[in-house]
């Protein structure tokens, strides 16, 4: 099961918006709304941030929000902070052998 | 407080085993899917297993099916996984993972991880 694919790194200043794109197929992404992201900042464990695509778990801003189109989900953060400069990751549950898979990480850069 | 706290991590040469525990407090343990997830050093994460609320559902990784077993006490309140034959591209962090209640795959909860290193 290979993984996900997002891109290396997205960059914005202060106060603009970035969005990460998650490609799968079929049997992930495209075939099931058990879409997840997590940030994920140096040195500490990864932070639920969006689950089933759209949801946002309690005390996650609403300036993360997350879509998805056919095969391929996205996490867009809107009003960009320095605190956002993190790693992030998406997941989704697959009816391959390996249950769930994980993307293989984007690097948000706040210049 | 919801608290996850992961050990037995340690160095070790392949082929060899290592069993890694994962002590649960402050939910209740037996109502909630657990799963592992690792991280390679500098690498991304990924899914290792997963265990229903009764242990009747099971699910692995390719990479790991047939040499992990996961498993789980809820009288310990604990979840368990026993690694054997293992292989210098099982060397990660291992990450004890709670699920965000009724959404399978919403990994809510993370533990701090113990680190496993296989090397010769």
């Known amino acids: 099961q290979s993984a996900l694919t997002q891109p290396p790194s997205v960059s914005g200043s202060p106060g603009q918006s970035v969005t990460i794109s998650c490609t799968g197929t079929?049997?992930?992404?495209?075939?099931?709304?058990?879409v997840s992201w997590y940030q994920q900042t140096p040195g500490a464990a990864p932070k639920l941030l969006i689950y089933?695509?759209?949801n946002r778990p309690s005390g996650v801003p609403d300036r993360f929000s997350g879509s998805k189109s056919g095969s391929t989900a996205s996490l867009t953060v809107s009003g960009l902070q320095a605190e956002d400069d993190a790693d992030y990751y998406c997941?989704?549950?697959?009816?391959?052998?390996?249950?769930?898979?994980f993307g293989t990480g984007t690097k948000v850069i706040v210049l | 407080e919801v608290q996850l706290v992961e050990s037995g991590g340690d160095v070790v040469r392949p082929g060899r085993s290592l069993r890694l525990s994962c002590a649960a407090s402050?939910?209740?343990?037996?109502?909630?899917?657990m799963h592992w997830v690792r991280q390679g050093p500098g690498k991304g994460l990924e899914w290792v297993s997963g265990?229903?609320?009764?242990?009747?559902?099971?699910a692995y990784a390719d990479s790991v099916r047939g040499r992990f077993t996961i498993s789980r006490d809820n009288v310990k309140n604990s979840l368990y996984l026993q690694m054997n034959s293992l292989r210098p591209d099982d060397t990660a962090l291992y990450y004890c993972?709670?699920?965000?209640?009724?959404?399978?795959?919403?990994?809510?909860?993370w533990g701090q991880g113990t680190l496993v290193t296989v090397s010769s």
């Open positions: 265990m229903s609320w009764n242990g009747a559902n099971i």
């Open positions: 079929s049997n992930d992404v495209g075939g099931y709304d058990r």
């Open positions: 993972v709670k699920v965000l209640t009724l959404v399978p795959g919403a990994f809510e909860i």
């Open positions: 997941s989704s549950y697959t009816d391959r052998s390996t249950r769930y898979v």
């Open positions: 089933d695509v759209t």
């Open positions: 402050g939910f209740k343990f037996d109502n909630y899917a």
